[in-house]
């Protein structure tokens, strides 16, 4: 996962979507669900657990943003390529 992926775990999924959906008013995007069994006895008694990896959309913490990328000025052909791409990084 990248690092604007947020983890939450939890006894069930139901109930763990229920939690973020009302934390972020809907606006999670859910990545990768894992499942698993934790504890017990040579696999007996096993409690089962479950992992969300998801994002936020809109969020100033690193994670998704949904903005575009500004687009540079396209050069026309009489000035010098390499002064149009400094001019557009700057």
Known sequence: MTSATLFREGPDLESLLAELDEQ??????????????????????????VAVHFTVAGSDAGTVLTAQPPVAPVADSATDPLDALIAAAE
Do not use: K, W
């Open 24 to 49: 972020y008013d809907g606006q999670i995007r859910v990545v990768e669900v894992n499942h698993s069994r934790e504890g017990g006895v040579l696999g007996f008694f096993a409690r089962p657990r």
